[in-house]
């Protein structure tokens, strides 16, 4: 058909009315494409239809429950000594304690993570915040409480293209690195940050007392998610810690020290044995790798913006 074929319109979740989302998701599910994976997703649980409805209106439907999905995933509601909880579930299998029901959203997301981290074998898995400028990809291990999720919000916000708030996926053959564009997980004060930089920006629902404290999730930049199908190569790792009121301080990381620190921060490299770990050196080499402590976002965005200008 050529230049004159027909381009099918993608149906997204946003073109489902949320009452009938919450009849789907109650009884025979939904499939989402959540590049680069289909989820099928399964819950009567309110909170989770409207964290959908909010953070994923523009991932794409695929309204055949009949058709391939890499993972089926449910949050199912439990009731135990008359406290309201709720279960993940993993093709049936529930690999969790339960949680408060007001956290079945969240847990959706951290199920999600564990499904990608557990089974994804086929590229390499680092605990990383991700993204990419004009073609070149930026990579922030980093432990809980050391910033990472604001920075890489704020990023985001900042122009940023998102490929993942959680974790690198790299692919070992073309030293690549995959986009798996997900709402950004946002915990505590982190929360307010991002609302007052950006305040039409969409949150979704909020989970108290977790045991991560507060959290909520931010959702994708329509950039990030245009452009979900774009791989990218590796430029920079970077090394965030948050400390608050510091004065911006930057020194380079030795490689051999961040090749060390990138492999305690994946989650698969022994899976690929050798060329699992020369995949992981192929890009601490060609990535220029600092150790960035930071007090003030607006000086961190500064200096990746020169960062990216000197590249």
Wanted: with cysteine; hydrophobic share 45%.
């Amino acid at each position: 058909m050529g230049a004159f074929a027909r381009v099918t319109a993608v149906r997204t979740l946003s073109s489902l009315p949320r009452p009938e989302l919450r009849r789907r998701l109650g009884s025979s599910g939904i499939r989402l494409r959540v590049a680069p994976f289909v989820v099928h997703i399964r819950s009567p649980i309110p909170v989770v239809a409207e964290g959908l409805h909010a953070l994923y209106a523009d991932h794409e439907w695929l309204d055949d429950n009949d058709g391939f999905a890499d993972f089926h995933v449910a949050v199912q509601p439990r009731r135990r000594w008359f406290r309201p909880l709720c279960v993940f579930e993993f093709d049936g299998f529930q690999p969790f304690t339960p949680l408060a029901l007001g956290e079945a959203f969240a847990f959706l997301e951290w199920g999600l993570n564990w499904c990608v981290t557990g089974h994804c074998h086929t590229l390499l898995t680092i605990h990383s915040a991700v993204l990419e400028k004009n073609g070149r990809v930026l990579v922030m291990p980093a432990p809980p409480g050391s910033g990472k999720s604001t920075l890489c919000a704020a990023l985001m916000l900042h122009g940023w293209r998102l490929l993942s708030d959680e974790m690198a996926l790299l692919d070992p053959v073309s030293g690549r690195v995959v986009p798996a564009p997900r709402p950004v997980s946002l915990k505590n004060q982190s929360i307010n940050v991002v609302r007052r930089l950006a305040p039409d920006a969409v949150m979704g629902p909020v989970a108290h007392d977790t045991m991560k404290g507060t959290v909520a999730h931010l959702r994708v930049s329509a950039d990030s998610l245009a452009r979900a199908h774009v791989s990218a190569p590796p430029a920079w790792v970077v090394f965030p810690r948050f400390e608050q009121a510091a004065p911006l301080s930057v020194e380079p990381r030795p490689k051999a020290r961040a090749l060390v620190e990138l492999a305690s921060n994946s989650f698969n490299h022994h899976v690929h044995g050798r060329a699992g770990f020369e995949a992981l050196a192929h890009l601490v080499d060609r990535s220029q790798c600092f150790e960035l402590r930071y007090g003030h976002l607006a000086e961190a965005l500064a200096w990746f913006d020169a960062l990216e200008a000197q590249a």
